[in-house]
């Protein structure tokens, strides 16, 4: 979960600098295909993949109707927003996954995790805005931050749907069909808008952040995600939500920014102790 989370950190950035360069729901099924044609033979050399019977098909499609909402609307609203919102919105997503889980799987949260989940957003929030508190008050929220914040619903339930739709099967499977599903949902919303796009003028930059989003951000993020979700917990899965934040900031340093303001410490420190409480609470 902390190499998936490291991965994730870097979709953001990724995200924004490629979505404006094409028709966010295309961009998606080009992502969701690729990874898609990339896991199936590797799956099928080692799992096997017979073909799901309709009910087996259902269960992957909810799952990935979910996580396409999630991706779609990300695309969507940074076009609207910027990432820093988005990078603040998503910080929700561990106790929107908690109330789902309460509600669909009985997954209830001890005193410990009640305390660490909103320990963790503040902490979140606060190296986000570099533990400036004006810079906070002066968040503007738009229709993106609302159309993002939707997605986050999308992702909150996907973590607890995978839990409970799962049927033993191998987790590679269940992610193979959980990709080709979605792609199947997002060829049925790119059928109209296939034609509008001048695939010879898209930049080869979008291209090469297709192929990375695809491998890194979608094929071994989503595997380890729904692997780690059937062992410990959607609610824990998500908590590692909370340390996007400081490894944006690192990967920033690895970019040659300069090191952030003291201020953030403070919250940094929130973060890994409420990741910390969350994993080791039952």
Same mark, same amino acid.
């Not at 259902?58 to 991706?71: D, G, I, M, P």
């Not at 839990?163 to 193979?176: D, I, Y």
């Given at each position: ?71 779609? %609307?990300?695309?969507?609203? $940074?076009?609207?927003?910027?990432? =820093?919102? &988005?990078?603040? @919105? +998503?910080?929700?997503?561990? !106790? ?111 291209? %090469?952040?297709?192929?990375? $989003?695809?491998?890194?951000?979608? =094929?071994? &993020?989503?595997? @380890? +995600?729904?692997?780690?979700? !059937? ?52």
């Amino acid at each position: 979960m902390l190499l998936a989370t490291v991965l994730v950190a870097t979709s953001f950035p990724v995200g924004a600098a490629i979505t404006h360069g094409l028709d966010s729901v295309v961009l998606t099924f080009l992502r969701f295909s690729l990874a898609a044609l990339i896991f199936g033979p590797i799956v099928a050399w080692r799992y096997d993949l017979p073909l799901p019977g309709w009910r087996d098909l259902v269960r992957y499609a909810v799952v990935s109707a979910f996580l396409v909402s999630f991706f779609w %609307g990300m695309f969507a609203a $940074l076009r609207l927003t910027s990432a =820093l919102n &988005t990078g603040t @919105i +998503f910080t929700f997503t561990p !106790a929107i996954a908690a109330a789902v889980s309460y509600f669909l799987l009985r997954d209830r949260l001890g005193v410990a995790a009640q305390v660490a989940l909103p320990v963790g957003f503040v902490g979140a929030i606060w190296v986000i805005f570099r533990g400036d508190p004006n810079a906070l008050l002066a968040l503007e929220l738009g229709w993106g931050d609302c159309l993002f914040f939707c997605a986050c619903i999308a992702m909150g339930c996907y973590m607890p749907m995978v839990k409970f739709l799962h049927r033993g099967e191998p987790m590679a499977r269940m992610t193979f069909w959980t990709l080709a599903t979605g792609a199947g949902w997002l060829l049925l919303l790119s059928l109209g808008r296939f034609g509008s796009v001048d695939w010879v003028l898209v930049p080869m930059s979008v291209y %090469g952040g297709i192929v990375y $989003l695809a491998v890194f951000t979608t =094929l071994i &993020t989503f595997f @380890i +995600f729904q692997a780690s979700t !059937a062992v410990i917990g959607p609610t824990r899965v998500l908590s590692y939500t909370y340390l996007n934040p400081a490894f944006v900031l690192l990967i920033s340093l690895g970019f040659g920014e300069p090191l952030p303001p003291v201020a953030t410490f403070p919250g940094l420190v929130l973060i890994v102790g409420a990741t910390f409480i969350l994993q080791r609470t039952k």
